[in-house]
């Protein structure tokens, strides 16, 4: 048997050299194996499975539990090894003999010795344990273990659980001291905050006493566990195994599009698991991603649609919900506005697209739910649309940036904003030293666990920055330029961004933080871009999405921006608005959505929970949950990421759904009702072959000014923050890490600043503790954007690069 090695990339599979292989003979069966496999790894390959505790195969071999003996009576020399041997710590050498426990009666004598040995303590409790059912523990122990036992003395017992941190409990007398989840904790996530304690007989594991364990990435202990030690707060005996109906799907809280596994009982989702996919997260999701998914079970589920009464809303039947739409929508004509926000899968914002064009007759259509510039929309026109995977093109990829040479941030905080970006970079730097570069006023915790180097940037003043690098920062064409949606807001900066990409050769990515988000894109969900990066403008790009659609023709001006339509509506230059899923504090001042949400002449609000816009909306049409739609996601790198139905339930709808239903109500046929039918039509859409739309070209914004007392604003989102889908996830934000203001130690001491500061705007003030940081650029201030009861959008109605005021508070 020969096998060969995938080297990743868009360029496919490279075969193995011949030199490069090694040959053994693993229970009489030759294989020849990639030099450096262990044995136990040669051995899967063949079908033998070798019984293991501690062995991971994305975690370094540890030779922990000894449970993989095997016997190697020949190391390729002539001369084995006196006695077995633990097949995860030993690569392959040519000529090799290994015997498993299926040829070699010592080999199963000693992996039934220490299944004896590891049961002398453990606790016979398999159905109670929330394991039970799914142990491999309990798997092996019936298949490699003796029958019986010989022991017959007290078991060692311990106080249980203890908490590891608010949502990983630790039931220490069922460990086996695999040192998995120290492992998965320092080298995989960073956060070496778990550690095995004390020696011997007394071994176990344990937390440094300062140093709590708040990792966003903890929850993959609990299910790399190969016994029940670790459990799940929010899971712990709610369930087993065999009571669960398991479906494959894809994560919803960040544009990685992690594969995941839920887990429901009697239409409830009980929990949710990582998926196994090489490609994208291997087998690593966020915490968010793993616990986060009860925001749809609160008194605020919308269930049947509401009409607006006078000054209240009242309950209705879906016909006369749609009929009232389509009323409203009739008065209105083509002065409506569509923002449908960035967290729909690509088939729903299709749908938008469409309906706005072909039904609406606008091209008044936005995603965009954050800050942002018309310069970021022209960006994504030239150099993200069209460019993904859903065409078959190249793009950069998850595997690209573990081979990248050079990976530059700007704009972008990996391990916040990126999810299993962060994991994939940190990985590169452990295995290939990758060398990367933050554009940031400091570098941020992530960045400091994969080795990054700053760059330090005044926010605002990326452009200039991108356009002089040290001369340190190599790029060419084995490079990475990864561009965040927060670049969005310094002028001049992705303009620059793309120069540096075509003048150095690097690859371009560009990595949002909402799920939708590329996807919306790829729908044509933006005022100035039809689907797959048409321009609207180009009359040849019209037509041809038109003879898709089979409309007459599509409206040829580029439509306004979100905060331009809520404007407009606010000053009844719009006569209607179609809202599917914003929130106010999304946007950099809250105020405009509401003033313009309350204003407008006609509002249809398409959401799943009560609102401050469904509050304000005339008609509010209930849609389906994730978890009860199929549809897909296209993940920052372009890749389509489907996932089917998980709970039926009757009489919901997806934004799909409800968009056909009011274009049937108009008298036009939407021609997509179902997320496969709207999937086979965007099949449709081949590459655009005309001219695309041109790049950006806005000019470098010049020096922030501040004084004593001021200071440039930076800032962007925490990975747990004041979410509305954390909403009552008590654990999960308990290990949210503390919310404080970072300066640097002559800025603080300017402004009076000591423990406390007070940061304000003429909107008003928040106050936050104080972290000194003396590597931070002098003049400027970090606070998380959306702290709990804090949000910057709401109490100061400014985002990163502005100028703050700031002065010493006492608690």
């Known amino acids: 048997m020969t096998v060969t090695q995938n ?9 193995e050299k011949k030199e490069d292989l090694v040959t053994i003979t693993i229970d009489g069966i030759e294989v020849s194996v990639p030099k450096g496999t262990l044995v136990i790894r040669a051995a899967e390959l063949i079908g033998v499975d070798i019984p293991r505790f501690c062995d991971h195969p994305l975690l370094d071999p540890v030779g922990a539990c000894r449970q993989c003996m095997v016997e190697i009576p020949d190391m390729g020399n002539g001369r084995g090894m006196p006695k077995p041997q633990a097949s995860c710590t030993i690569t392959v ?82 460990c086996v001291l695999c040192a998995r989840c120290t492992r998965f904790s320092e080298q995989i996530a960073g956060d070496p905050f778990i550690k095995m304690l004390e020696r011997g007989a007394l071994q176990q594991v344990g937390i440094y006493e300062k140093e709590p364990f708040e990792s966003y990435w903890s929850g993959n202990t609990i299910q790399i566990c190969p016994v029940g030690a670790l459990t799940s707060a929010d899971y712990r005996f709610r369930a087993r195994p065999f009571d669960l109906v398991s479906v494959p799907s894809v994560a919803e809280h960040d544009s990685s599009g992690s594969a995941i596994r839920v887990d429901y009982r009697r239409g409830t989702v009980m929990r949710r698991l990582a998926g196994d996919d090489p490609e994208v997260n291997e087998e690593w999701i966020s915490d968010k991603d793993r616990f986060a998914f009860r925001y749809g079970r609160g008194e605020d589920r919308l269930t049947t649609p509401l009409v607006r009464d006078g000054d209240e809303l009242r309950a209705a039947s879906w016909p006369e919900a749609i009929d009232a739409a389509v009323r409203g929508l009739k008065k209105a004509g083509s002065s409506v506005g569509v923002l449908t926000g960035g967290r729909l899968p690509v088939e729903d914002a299709y749908g938008y697209s469409k309906f706005a064009r072909a039904v609406l007759g606008t091209n008044n259509i936005d995603f965009r739910a954050r800050p942002y510039s018309q310069e970021e929309a022209d960006f994504l026109a030239a150099a993200v649309a069209g460019t993904g995977l ?68 005044v926010p605002g003043e990326e452009a200039a920055t991108l356009a002089n690098l040290p001369a340190e920062v190599a790029l060419d064409e084995t490079s990475v330029i990864i561009v965040g949606e927060r670049l969005a807001l310094a002028p001049g900066a992705l303009t620059a961004a793309l120069e540096l990409s075509g003048r150095t050769g690097a690859r371009l990515a560009w990595i949002p933080r909402r799920a939708g988000e590329r996807g919306a894109v790829e729908a044509g969900c933006l005022p100035n871009l ?80 009560a609102s401050e816009v469904t509050e304000r909306a005339d008609v509010v049409l209930p849609v389906a949950l994730l978890e009860e739609r199929s549809g897909s996601f296209v ?35 939407l021609g997509v009702r179902t997320a496969e039918q709207a999937r086979a039509e965007l099949s449709e859409f081949g590459p655009w072959e005309g001219e695309r739309a041109a790049a950006p070209q806005v000019a470098v ?109 006492h608690s």
Not at 441 to 453: F, T, W
Not at 556 to 581: D, F, H, I, W, Y
Not at 637 to 655: A, L, Q, T, Y
């Open 635 to 669: 993940n920052w790198e372009g890749r389509e990421r489907p996932f089917p139905v998980v709970i039926k339930k009757p009489n919901v709808m997806s934004d799909l759904r409800v968009l056909a239903a009011l274009a049937d109500g108009l008298g036009t046929d």
């Open 93 to 174: 050498m040519p000529g090799m003999k290994v015997e498993t426990q299926r040829t070699n009666a010592r080999a199963e004598k000693a992996q039934k010795g220490m299944l004896e040995f590891l049961l002398i303590n453990h606790p016979l409790d398999c159905p109670i344990c929330d394991k039970g059912g799914e142990c491999p523990l309990q798997n092996q122990a019936l298949s490699h273990g003796y029958g019986e036992s010989r022991y017959d003395g007290v078991k060692r017992i311990y106080p249980k659980p203890i908490n590891l941190s608010a949502q990983v409990l630790l039931d220490r007398e069922r």
């Open 701 to 809: 914004g010049g020096r922030v000014q501040t004084q004593v007392g001021t200071a440039v604003l930076s800032t962007w989102r925490l990975h747990l923050d004041d979410s509305r889908v954390l909403e009552g996830e008590t654990e999960v934000l308990a290990t949210a890490r503390k919310p404080v203001a970072r300066l640097n130690p002559r800025t603080a001491t300017a402004a009076g600043v000591t423990e406390q500061v007070r940061v304000s705007t003429d909107r008003g003030a928040v106050t936050f503790d104080v972290e000194i940081v003396p590597g931070l650029v002098d003049g400027v201030i970090w606070l998380p954007t959306r702290a709990p009861g804090l949000a910057l959008s709401e109490h100061l109605a400014v985002s990163s690069g502005e100028v703050v005021r700031i002065e010493g508070a």
């Open 390 to 457: 859903v065409n078959g093109q190249a793009a950069v990829t998850f595997a690209d940036l573990e081979k990248a040479s050079t990976v530059l941030m700007a704009g972008f905080e990996p391990e916040d904003e990126g999810g299993v970006v962060f994991l994939r970079l940190r990985k590169a730097y452990r295995k290939t030293g990758l060398k990367s570069f933050q554009l940031a006023p400091y570098l941020s915790n992530g960045c400091v666990k994969m080795g990054a180097a700053l760059i330090p940037t």
């Open 7 to 15: 080297q990743g990339g868009s360029q496919g599979q490279a075969v």
């Open 530 to 609: 039809l689907p797959f990066g048409r321009p609207v403008a180009d009359p040849s790009a019209r037509v041809d999405v038109s003879t898709l659609w089979g409309s007459a023709s599509l409206p040829s001006t580029p439509g306004r921006t979100a905060e331009e339509m809520l404007v407009a509506a606010s000053n009844g230059l719009l006569e209607a608005l179609v809202v599917g899923g914003i929130q106010p504090s999304d946007f950099r001042d809250p105020s405009i959505v509401r003033v313009g949400c309350e204003n407008a002449g006609f509002l249809i609000s398409l959401e799943a929970r």
